[in-house]
T-cell receptor, first 113, second 110 residues
Framework: DVKVTQSSRYLVKRTGEKVFLECVQD?????MFWYRQDPGLGLRLIYF???????EKGDIPEGYSVSREKKERFSLILESASTNQTSMYLC????????????FGNGTRLTVT | EDQVTQSPEALRLQEGESSSLNCSYTVSGLRGLFWYRQDPGKGPEFLFTLYSAGEEKEKERLKATLTKKESFLHITAPKPEDSATYLC???????????FGKGTMLLVSP
């Protein structure tokens, strides 16, 4: 089975802090994704990556950056956390072929106070 | 821009009462329509991929169908353990990303 592991289930940070969310997958997937999920808004794509050191902006990249130094690891960085970034963050991965489904981790619930 | 609309937003069923969830989509060159199940506090779990109109996929009490404009997730004789949020997503031509609907929250009462 595919395993996508997010380093923290719950995280509480203060406004202005730099926050790192880590994600690791064990299936040698080429593609990795970061989504946030909010009530009434659904899943929205923040950033994704097709390969090591590659990154592409999703629909809502403002206030975020990403890093992919190794194939299995994809990090989401909140440069200066704000209260409107309180959300559930979901990491996903997939094979490079276009019809491959995404496989998700269990999420990190981030609260910014 | 790809768009996905799911209905109803919430559905309450009695155990054994069959029903269907709807997913309407607008996409340029459909490369796949995906159904996921999400339990509270967990990430979405992949259920099915459908690629072309007329295709059907089944898994236990769930059956997904696809037309050129919408997909249905039919739930036959549901059980309380089928309670979850069901998400629909599409992939258009030229992209590996998915566009998600907002989901249907299903509650099955014993």
């Amino acid at each position: 089975d595919v395993k996508v592991t997010q380093s923290s289930r719950y995280l509480v940070k203060r406004t202005g802090e730099k926050v790192f969310l880590e994600c690791v997958q064990d299936m040698d997937h080429e593609n990795m994704f970061w989504y946030r999920q909010d009530p009434g808004l659904g899943l929205r794509l923040i950033y994704f990556s097709y390969d090591v050191k590659m990154k592409e902006k999703g629909d809502i990249p403002e206030g975020y950056s990403v890093s992919r130094e190794k194939k299995e690891r994809f990090s989401l960085i909140l440069e200066s956390a704000s209260t409107n970034q309180t959300s559930m963050y979901l990491c996903a991965s997939s094979f490079g072929v276009r019809n491959s489904p995404l496989h998700f981790g269990n999420g990190t619930r981030l609260t910014v106070t | 821009e790809d768009q996905v609309t799911q209905s109803p937003e919430a559905l309450r069923l009695q155990e054994g009462e069959s029903s269907s969830l709807n997913c309407s989509y607008t996409v340029s060159g459909l490369r796949g329509l995906f159904w996921y199940r999400q339990d509270p506090g967990k990430g979405p779990e992949f259920l099915f991929t459908l690629y072309s109109a007329g295709e059907e996929k089944e898994k236990e009490r769930l059956k997904a169908t696809l037309t050129k404009k919408e997909s249905f997730l039919h739930i036959t004789a549901p059980k309380p353990e089928d309670s979850a949020t069901y998400l629909c997503a599409v992939r258009g031509s030229g992209y590996s990303t998915l566009t998600f609907g907002k989901g249907t929250m299903l509650l099955v009462s014993p």
